[in-house]
C-alpha cells in the first residue's frame, strides 16, 4: 500500500513475503490463515528482522462469525471487531464499514466498503459509533449518496487489503486507494485515484452506525468540519455530539453538498434535522427523533491530481477543539506518524513478552492482548476539556484525562484487571473518570457510551470495576469518593440499580415485579447485585471501612436465597416467596443471556459455599464434567457457554473442588478450540476487549476469579517463558519449559524457588513480582493441588445457615 510494502519497485506478494519470513516461523502460521494476505502485506521484512510484535497481530480477527457460534440474537455470533488504524486507548479509530452492516462496522464477508468511519467500537453487541465515514470515489458525484448509497460503494478484495495496529489499507475495485494511520485524537488519510479520473471524497455526517438525529457540515478552501448527533445504542435513548475538523494539503477543485436527495454543486453547507420527538410526558419536544433513511447530509470535494492526503481531528466538545487536536498531535507525514504508533504499539504489546509457541499460538496471543487494549476511550481534548454528563463542558485534572465507553456487565471479569496491572496510570484515570461521571450525572458508569448512560445489561458493574482496579494496582484515583457512590447506588432508589428497594428487603429482585431501566432477568440481575456488593465490601475493607464491609458481606451471600435445594439451580423466584413454576433449567425464561444451569455457578467469590449448597466437592466436580460436555453451547442448552460472560469464571472452579487438572484441562481446550487466528477466530462478542483479556489471562496460566480481589487461580501457560512488566514497575517470570498446546497439566510449581501445591497465588505475588517455574506434562497429575488445604480461598462472611430456599 505504501513505499515500505515494495522492494526494488515490486510489490511484495503473500509468496515472496511468507518465504522471507520462514526464518523466524512466522510463515507456517501466516500459510495457514486465509485472512492474513492483508496482515502479510501489513508487516515488512524490516519488522520480522527486528522482533517487531505488531507482526504477529491480525485485526481481522472477530470480524467474522466462528462456525457453530451461538448468539443471543440466534444464528452465528462474530467478535465485532474492527480492522482499522487505532491507538491503544485512542479516541480515533479509522477504518472500513462495510455494506453488510455488523457491529464494530466490518463483516469479512461482505466484500463492499460503504466509507472509512472515525470512530468504532471493537466486539459491542449493538451497532455504535461509525461516526464521519469518509469515502474515495472515482467520479463525479450525481445522484444523492443519501438515496443512492450503493453508487458510492465499492467492492473490494482481501488480497488487496491489509492492517496492522495502527494502519489499514485498501485498494478498492473503484481503482482508489486509501490508507489510514492514527493519532490519539487524529488522523490521517492518504488517497491515491486513477490518473486522469476524477477524483472525489464524500464526507457522511450522517452516516453515523446508529444513524443521527442531527448533523452538519461545512466546507472551506481546503478544510472540511462539521458535527453529529448520535447514541441509541441498542434501542436505548442516549444521545452525543462529536465534532470533526479536517485539513487538505491542497485546496479543493470543486465541492459541493446534499442533503436527501438533493445535490447542490458549489453549496459549502449542508444540515440534516430529525423530527422533534415528545418527551415522555408527551407535553413538549425533548430530541429529535433519528433522521429518516435517505434524508442524511453530507459533503463531497475533488482534487485536481491524482493523490490527496487529508488530516482530521475529533472533539466531543467542539469544532475548534477537534482543530486544536489536530494541530497539536498530528505532525508529519504519513509514515511517521505510521512509525510512531507502530511504536506505542510495540510498547503496550512488550509489557508481555512470550518465548516458544507457534506462530498461530503468538498470533492468537499478542491479536487478544492488542484487543484488550483498545477501549475504554479517550474522550478529553488535548485542552482537558470534555462534555460531562450533565451536558456542561468540564476540565480534567491537569496532567490527567477524561475516558469514556465502559461496557461494565463484560469488562470487570477479565479486562480491567488486566488494564490495571499492565496501565495503572490510565486505568486511575478511567476510575477517576468514572467518578467524575458520578459528580456530574448522579450516575456511576453501567453500559456508557460517550458521556450518556444507555442503561445496557444488568447489575451494578461499577462496583466490581473499581474494586478490581484497585485490587491490580490503579489507585490514583479518588477512592474514598469512588466508594461513596457505590454505597449510595446500593442502598437508595436510582436508575442503576432498579429494584434495589425490594432487593434490600426481600433479600433478593423478584420476578413478578417489574421495573424502570431493567433489562431483564430477575435472578441474573440479583446475582449481579451480589457480586456488585462483594465488591463494594471488598473496596470497603482496603479502605479501612469494616462497617461497610460487614454491611455488604452480608448482602453478597443472598445469592443463597434463590437457590433452590430441591432441584440444585438458581431459580427466579416471585415476591411472595414462591419459586417460578414451569422450571427448566436449560431455559433462557428469566435469565440474561444464559440460563439456570449457567447462571448457578455465579457466585465467583463464595465456591465452597456454593460447593456445599450442590452437595460436596464430589458433586460439584461432576456437575462440572457434565456442564463441560460443550464449551460454547448458547442459551439453551444447559452447558457451558464460554463465548459469553457470564461462565468466563466456571473452568477454574475445579481448583476449588480438588481436582485444579481439570481446570488446566478445560482451559486448554477453550484456549485451542475456541480462539484462533481466523477472521472468525472469537468465540462470541469481543465486547470491548473481555474475551481476548480472558485468553491472555488463560495464556499466563492464571484468573483474576473473585471480584475485587487480586489472588489469581492457576492452570498453566501456554509458552516456554514468559515475562511481564507491569506498569508499576515489577517484573513477573514465568517458566514453563515443556509448556505446549499438548502439555496443560502441572506435575511441580515452585514460586520464588520454593514447591508449591497451590493452585492460586496471594495477591502479594503480582502486585509484587515474582517467579514461577512449572514441570508440565501431556499426562495429568490429579493429586498436585488437591489438599483442600491447598483450594484457593472462598468468602464465606455474610451467609446464613438456613437461607429463604432452605
Keep these: 500500500m505504501s513505499p515500505e510494502t515494495q522492494r526494488g519497485g515490486a510489490r511484495i506478494t503473500r509468496k515472496t513475503f511468507l518465504r522471507g519470513l520462514a526464518a523466524t516461523g512466522v510463515a507456517a502460521g501466516l500459510a495457514q490463515s486465509p485472512l492474513t494476505v492483508g496482515a502479510a502485506r501489513a508487516a515488512t521484512p524490516r519488522q520480522a528482522a527486528d522482533g517487531d510484535l505488531t507482526r504477529h497481530v491480525n485485526p481481522f480477527v472477530g470480524t467474522e462469525p466462528q462456525e457453530g457460534t451461538p448468539s443471543v440474537f440466534g444464528g452465528p455470533m462474530a467478535g465485532n471487531t474492527f480492522p482499522g488504524a487505532d491507538l491503544p486507548f485512542g479516541m480515533v479509530q479509522w477504518g472500513p464499514d462495510t455494506v453488510k452492516k455488523q457491529p464494530g462496522g466490518y463483516s469479512w464477508s461482505d466484500p463492499h466498503i460503504k466509507g472509512f468511519s472515525l470512530t468504532h467500537v471493537s466486539g459491542g453487541g ?38 496492522s495496529p495502527g494502519y489499514y489499507g485498501v485498494t478498492l475495485d473503484s481503482g482508489a486507494e486509501a490508507e489510514f494511520t492514527v493519532t490519539r485524537r487524529s488522523g490521517t488519510g492518504r488517497f491515491t485515484y486513477p490518473a486522469g479520473k476524477t477524483a472525489t471524497l464524500l464526507v457522511d455526517v450522517s452516516g453515523s452506525a ?8 461545512r466546507v472551506g478552501r481546503d478544510t472540511l468540519s462539521g458535527w453529529a448527533e448520535s447514541g441509541m445504542f441498542c434501542g436505548a435513548d442516549n444521545t452525543y455530539r462529536v465534532y470533526f475538523w479536517a485539513e487538505s ?57 491524482s493523490s490527496a492526503h487529508l488530516r482530521v481531528g475529533i472533539s466531543f466538545t467542539s469544532v475548534d477543539n477537534a482543530r486544536e487536536n489536530l494541530r497539536a498531535e498530528n505532525r508529519g507525514g504519513f509514515e511517521r506518524l505510521r512509525e510512531q504508533a507502530r511504536a506505542e504499539w510495540n510498547r503496550r504489546l512488550g509489557t508481555i513478552r512470550v518465548e516458544g509457541g507457534t506462530p498461530e499460538e503468538l498470533g492468537t496471543f499478542y491479536t487478544a492482548l492488542y484487543h484488550s487494549f483498545l477501549h475504554p476511550n479517550l474522550f478529553s481534548d488535548v485542552s482537558g476539556e470534555y462534555p ?9 485534572r491537569p496532567g490527567h484525562e477524561q475516558y469514556a465507553n465502559y461496557s461494565g456487565w463484560d469488562i470487570y471479569r477479565s479486562q480491567i484487571q488486566l488494564l490495571a496491572l499492565l496501565a495503572p496510570r490510565e486505568t486511575s ?52 469518593a469512588a466508594l461513596a457512590a457505590l454505597v449510595e447506588q446500593a442502598t437508595k432508589p436510582n436508575g442503576i440499580r432498579p429494584g434495589i428497594e425490594d432487593y434490600q428487603r ?38 479501612g471501612d469494616g462497617r461497610t464491609w460487614r454491611t455488604f458481606m452480608k448482602r453478597s451471600q443472598y445469592w443463597q436465597n434463590l437457590f433452590d435445594p430441591d432441584t440444585g439451580y438458581i431459580r427466579p423466584r ?92 478445560v482451559v486448554r481446550r477453550a484456549m485451542t478450540e475456541l480462539y484462533t487466528t481466523e477472521p472468525g477466530g472469537l468465540p462470541g462478542n469481543d465486547d470491548l476487549g473481555t474475551m481476548s483479556a480472558w485468553y491472555v489471562w488463560a495464556a499466563l496460566g492464571m484468573f483474576p476469579q473473585v471480584p475485587g480481589r487480586a489472588e489469581v487461580v492457576l492452570a498453566s501457560p501456554l509458552f516456554r517463558r514468559i515475562t511481564v512488566r507491569a506498569g508499576a514497575g515489577q517484573v513477573i517470570e514465568i517458566k514453563a519449559p515443556r509448556a505446549s498446546r499438548d502439555t496443560p497439566y502441572v506435575h511441580r510449581l515452585s514460586v520464588d524457588g520454593r514447591t508449591s501445591t497451590k493452585p492460586w497465588l496471594p495477591a502479594s505475588f503480582l502486585l509484587g513480582g ?25 468468602f464465606r462472611q455474610g451467609e446464613v445457615k438456613k437461607p429463604l430456599g432452605g
Design 126 to 163: 449493538c451497532d455504535s459509533l461509525g461516526d464521519f465515514p469518509f469515502m474515495p470515489h472515482v467520479g463525479a458525484v450525481t445522484d444523492s449518496p443519501a438515496t443512492s448509497p450503493e453508487r458510492y460503494a465499492s467492492a473490494f478484495s482481501h488480497d488487496r487489503e491489509s492492517a
Design 210 to 217: 446508529a444513524g443521527v438525529r442531527a448533523a452538519e457540515v
Design 249 to 305: 494539503d491542497q485546496p479543493f477543485a470543486s465541492f459541493g453538498t446534499w442533503t436527501g436527495d438533493t445535490v447542490r454543486h458549489g453549496s459549502t453547507h449542508a444540515t440534516s434535522t430529525g423530527k422533534p420527538a415528545a418527551d415522555k410526558d408527551g407535553a413538549g419536544a425533548s430530541a429529535c427523533e433519528p433522521v429518516a433513511a435517505g434524508a442524511g447530509c453530507g459533503a463531497f470535494v475533488t482534487f485536481a491530481g
Design 388 to 396: 460531562g454528563f450533565d451536558g456542561k463542558v468540564h476540565k480534567a
Design 429 to 480: 484515570d478511567m476510575m477517576q473518570s468514572m467518578v467524575n461521571d458520578y459528580a456530574q450525572g448522579g450516575q456511576l458508569p453501567k453500559w456508557s457510551l460517550a458521556n450518556a448512560e444507555t442503561y445496557i445489561m444488568v447489575g451494578d458493574p461499577a462496583a466490581p470495576v473499581f474494586a478490581d482496579a484497585y485490587a491490580f494496582g490503579a489507585r490514583d484515583f479518588d477512592t474514598h
Design 506 to 543: 426481600l433479600g433478593y429482585v423478584p420476578a413478578d415485579r417489574k421495573y424502570e431501566n431493567n433489562f431483564y432477568g430477575a435472578p441474573s440481575t440479583s446475582l449481579e447485585y451480589n457480586t456488585a456488593d462483594f465488591a463494594v465490601a471488598e473496596l470497603a475493607r482496603q479502605l
Design 574 to 665: 416471585n415476591a411472595d416467596g414462591s419459586f417460578v413454576a414451569d422450571f427448566d433449567p436449560a431455559s433462557g425464561a428469566n435469565f440474561v443471556e444464559g440460563n439456570a444451569t449457567q447462571y448457578t455457578w455465579m457466585v465467583p467469590f463464595n465456591a465452597e459455599g456454593l460447593f456445599d449448597a450442590l452437595g460436596g466437592k464430589a458433586a460439584a466436580r461432576g456437575r462440572l464434567d457434565t456442564f463441560f460436555t460443550e464449551l460454547n453451547a448458547g442459551l439453551d442448552k444447559p452447558y457451558a457457554w464460554l463465548g459469553n460472560e457470564p461462565n468466563l469464571q466456571v473452568p477454574w472452579l475445579y481448583s476449588y473442588a480438588g481436582a485444579p487438572y481439570r481446570t488446566q484441562e
Design 770 to 794: 515474582g517467579r514461577l517455574d512449572y514441570t508440565l506434562a501431556p499426562t495429568a497429575d490429579e493429586r498436585w493441588g488437591s489438599d483442600p488445604r491447598d483450594a484457593p480461598p472462598s
